[in-house]
């Protein structure tokens, strides 16, 4: 089935470092998701996004709904350990069925 | 815990056996969603109900796979005469659907891990 371009696939980067992924689409959405998700649990949503241009954050994420409603951002400040997973971006439409991305691969060395 | 519960978390099968996997969404919620993933790629969407309704079926891999959410509580997924490429992990999400954007997200289960030997 169709996937969201998420990018990068994976990220290598030191404790205390910012993290930015995105995520492209060739469909308009009316929502953006966020999600995480641990080894062998399911996806957790981290941050929702309901208008263009809207910037949201929750703690040390933050993550924007693109001006063109066809792309989205996920910045994690200051990452720590505790932010290894994999983050899946999901665009939903007017019937709240969403595509998920690829998702990004984030390890986070001490 | 009053979150999504999946049952059973894993799930070790013979090729051509059939198998059954259950879905508990979050008591308020009336919609249910089925997805599969497999490794390296995000939730693919199956099917969903709304209440006891099944909404959209037609994204159900092969004719293989059935879902049912009969008093619109509870939900199950079957799978029948199982191949090896069903090995993946199947989530369940539940929403309450409304005509507010921000009512209708999905909030997933810990997955079933199916493997066909």
């Known amino acids: 089935g169709q996937q969201l371009n998420q990018s990068p696939q994976s990220m290598f980067i030191q404790e205390g470092e910012d993290v930015s992924m995105n995520c492209t689409s060739s469909s308009i959405f009316n929502t953006w998701l966020w999600y995480k998700q641990d080894p062998g649990e399911g996806p957790v949503l981290l941050i929702a996004?309901?208008?263009?241009?809207e910037l949201t954050s929750n703690g040390r994420l933050t993550a924007q709904f693109g001006i063109t409603r066809k792309d989205s951002f996920l910045n994690i400040s200051a990452s720590i350990p505790s932010d290894v997973g994999i983050y899946f971006c999901?665009?939903?439409?007017?019937?709240?069925?969403?595509?998920f991305g690829r998702g990004t691969s984030l390890i986070v060395h001490p | 815990d009053t979150g999504v519960s999946q049952d059973p978390r894993h799930k070790i099968t013979k090729r051509g056996q059939n198998v059954t996997f259950r879905c508990d969404p979050i008591s308020e919620h009336n919609r249910l969603y089925w997805y599969r993933q497999t490794l390296g790629q995000g939730p693919e969407f199956l099917t969903y109900f709304q209440n006891e309704a099944q909404l959209e079926k037609s994204r159900l891999l092969s004719d293989r796979f059935s879902a049912e959410r009969p008093k619109g509580s509870f939900s199950t997924l079957e799978i029948q005469r199982t191949e090896q490429g069903d090995s993946a992990m199947y989530l369940c999400?539940?929403?309450?659907?409304?005509?507010?954007?921000?009512?209708?997200?999905?909030?997933f289960g810990p997955g079933t891990r199916l493997t066909v030997t």
């Open positions: 996004l309901y208008k263009a241009g």
């Open positions: 999901a665009g939903q439409g007017g019937s709240y069925i969403p595509t």
């Open positions: 999400a539940s929403s309450l659907a409304s005509g507010r954007p921000r009512m209708n997200e999905q909030y």
